[in-house]
């Protein structure tokens, strides 16, 4: 990596790692969504620097467009949840704080001690975007197609949830 | 750009396409007939998954979509396993539509049968990614319908319970999906048992990011077999949802959850198996879980008094019995984990069935509720009690040839060579731990048999609640007395995992 995508690398990497410790850490839910969005729009830009810019458009649609705005909505139809203020940790806050660290920690370790990995960390090859959309519509056109099947049930299921009953 | 079709071949994908139309068509059925009729939608599920079952018995062997779906003899057995698990939970769930569900007995079926239709996609796949969509589409269906009765806050519970561990798992395993996608450099199962071997040849050592994956893989499988340690949801689970979806959760699901580790341990991964592999040796952690299953599941039942909670850590120790056979990697190996699968389908079934059934008419769940239950409904009574000494495996029941082949697919490998006779001790635990099965399975018969009171519930099967039963007694004791046909079956997916008998 040059100089500049470094520095942009980093600054991201800051902007992520800060954002998604006040998502865990604020106790007014409606910052913690902010904060969140922040977080989502950040691994897009990684996702950027390395050429994967349908993800990041992905990224950006379902995550920061749908998901995110959804969770905001929620918060604000819920009655007086978004100026309440709840504490996100309970008595077990240590052993999972530990419990994450050590998960983290071994899983880089893992990563930086293993050299065989299938593709270098080079950048993407340019026009990735064609290539996906060949492949969904091709070789992987079976589980693209299932996705559809999966949505379908995901609706009616969450339709069934949500309805109110009439007896 | 040159496109490429693939062979589409959907000849063999019939079975999966005519489940998913004929699941549409019961919840269109149900709205268009305004709800009105108690039974219909049930009875059209159940003629839906006998036509499937038609149409599966005449796709042969083969593949479709490239290398996507794979019709081989595993891929068929359990799609037998999961037709069958469908048909016996839809069969127990008429007293339930009758009584409890009114506003959607047409979606309550349509979900189950969409999710048969993922476990049907999910074995045939031979693929990670296409596995890890059907194994979503088993799941989702199911969060919803373990919170079927929204105004049970122990139903609410389960689904809140089993929709936040599913998630997480599904996070895990697909997390663990991509180390083996960026170490192999694909996601075809069968390229990756080549690219990972030839990575591990050059290398020397592939390094332990493959543990890394292999841990996060089991975990994320381990949720949905609930094998210990990832196994503490299943008994408010089982305990909370309406009980066919249970019965269908213990059975379905964890079938599905087999086909899984089977496709990504047993042939993706089979040459990391050894403790030459070490650190990546996946046999003995494999091993010691379900050593654990064992262990936890057969002791913590003793101290259960609600049937359903029992019924789920008698199933969290049956897996562990199961796993037996995964880590045995022989010839056997295989076919006795589909007998055994096949044999705690007719057996797990069978016992929920009675449960539901005498939970409609009472609505009690607790072990002492059965008293004298002999007396005032012989018929239930007994075939509890065969449903239960065939989970203990006590001859001339299903379980017992079902835990002697697993047994002795261990036992074989364990002698053929120094460095597995731990796999003795496996052995060991599992004929220990039977033994202690054995307790509170009889403590139920006990309470139906030799109570000196009078059960006060006179209960009567409807028509396709004893056909449940009738169908599971009937497995039972033909797997039981005469499993050599469906061992010859299952002996074929061993010899095409590459397991040839020597």
Known sequence: MDAPVSLVFWILSFIIIVSAFMVVSLKNIFHCALFLILCLFSVAG?????????????????????????????????????????????????????????FGLSTLVLIANTHVWRYSAQALPEANVLTIGKYLMTDFMLPFEVVSVLLLAAMI??????????? | MDFQLPDYNLRLMLPEIFLFLWALVVITFDVVTKRKSESAAGYLSLLGLLIT???????????????????DPMALFFKVIFLGSAFMAIGSSFGITKQKIVNHRGEFFGLILFSTVGMMFLASSQELLSLYIGLELTTIPLFVLAGFFKDNKLSVEAAMKYFIIGAFSSALLIYGISFLYGLSGTTDILQMKINLAITHLTFK??????????????????????????????????????TPIAAFLSVGSK????????????????????????????????????????????????????????????????????????????????????????????????????VAIFEDKTGLTQISSYAGLSKSSPLLAASMAVFLLSLAGIPPLAGFMAKYYVFAAA?????????????????????????????????????????????PYRVKFSAPALMVVCLGLIGVF??????????????DISASFGFIPN
Request: hydrophobic share 55%.
């Open chain 2, 411 to 455: 036992i074989k490998t364990a002698g053929s060579s120094a460095s597995s006779s731990w796999l003795y001790w496996l052995v060991g635990v599992g004929m220990l731990t039977a033994v202690f099965s054995l307790y509170y399975y009889a403590n139920v018969i006990k309470e139906m048999y030799f109570s000196k009171e009078t059960s």
């Open chain 2, 255 to 354: 079938a599905a959850g087999l086909v899984a580790f089977a496709k990504i341990f047993v042939n993706g991964l089979s040459a990391f198996y050894g403790p030459e592999m070490l650190p990546n040796d996946w046999g003995k952690l494999v091993a010691t879980l379900a050593v654990l299953a064992m262990i936890i599941g057969n002791t913590v039942a003793i101290r259960q008094t609600n049937i359903k909670r029992m019924l789920a850590y008698s199933s969290i120790a049956q897996v562990g019995y199961i796993m037996i056979g995964m880590v045995a990697m022989n010839e056997l190996g295989l076919s006795s984990v589909a007998f055994y699968a096949f044999a705690y389908m007719f057996a797990n079934m069978g016992a929920f069935a009675v």
């Open chain 2, 53 to 71: 079952g038609g149409i599966l018995s005449f796709t042969g062997y083969g593949r479709g979509f490239g290398t996507m779906f794979f019709s």
């Open chain 2, 478 to 491: 033909l797997l039981g007395l005469y499993p050599e046909p469906i061992m010859r079956f299952a002996s």
């Open chain 1, 46 to 102: 990684i996702y950027l620097l390395l050429n994967a810019e349908f993800l990041a458009a992905a990224q950006v649609l379902i995550y920061v467009g749908a998901v995110s705005i959804l969770m905001i909505f929620a918060i604000m139809l819920t009655s007086q949840l978004a100026s309440k203020r709840i504490s996100q940790t309970n008595e077990n806050k240590l052993v999972a704080f530990f419990v994450c660290l050590m």
């Open chain 1, 157 to 167: 299921g969450a339709i069934v949830l949500a309805r109110k009953e009439t007896s």
């Open chain 2, 205 to 242: 050592n592939i390094g332990v990011t493959l543990l890394l994956s292999i841990i996060l893989v089991i975990a994320g499988i381990g949720f949905k077999l609930s094998l210990p340690p990832f196994h503490q949801w299943t008994p408010d689970v089982y305990e909370g949802s309406p």
